[in-house]
């Protein structure tokens, strides 16, 4: 059996409910944008991720008022967007420190991952989400402040999740062989791409999905069923 040395996560819809972040973290982001970029437009990193949204998006010349429309738009899209996320981030900060919400946790996620860093496993987030709301989500977790269980954080600046070289990278980053390294999602494409690169995968498919029929990775209800 490969001993596995390292996990890696991804979030909505594996550690957490996707409804906290489409039905919470996307409207309190979207109502609040247009005036964030006004008022902090000047700021120098908010400066780089708007320019980086007309870039992306390939507005030549673009006032502030295009570019928050365009990102407007991009949020309903839910496009995964670097730039994007990164300002979502920096909106969702405040709600976090202002106690308007918490991040949602499956019930089983915090003690598992409590297990698992007690047995020396080193744990991983992967998220469409910037590293900076990566670590928000987790410090202003419902379980608390489980930062402290993560030994690093990607996100799409690593690359697509949909393709296999963003799993060397990561492997890289972590000085791990591939196949000691295992991959938790709840896409099966982010898993193909995964096993693709070497590492071995778990498909978290919880209620009420149902098990799909001859699944491509070994399927998990929740954290709890996962054996490493």
Known sequence: MIEIRAIVTDIEGTTSSIDFVRDVLFPYARK????????HGNQPEVQHWLHEAASEAGLIEADRQDVIELLLRWID???????????QGMIWKDGY?????????YPEVAARLLDWRAEGLRLY??????????????????????TALFAGYF????GPKREAESYRRIAEAIDEQPRHILFLSDIVEELDAAQAAGFHTGWLVREP????????????????????
Do not use: C
């Open 32 to 39: 609040r944008l247009p005036a964030f970029v006004e008022t």
């Open 77 to 87: 899209e839910d496009r995964k967007s670097t730039a994007l996320k990164a300002l």
């Open 97 to 105: 420190t202002a106690g308007d919400y918490r991040a949602h946790l």
């Open 125 to 146: 987030v992967y998220s469409s989400g910037s590293v900076p709301a990566q670590q928000l989500f987790f410090q202003y977790s419902e379980a608390g402040d489980l």
């Open 155 to 158: 996100d799409t600046e690593t």
């Open 209 to 228: 999905q149902s098990s799909p029929e001859s699944p491509r990775h070994p399927v998990y209800r929740d954290f709890a069923a996962i054996t490493v």
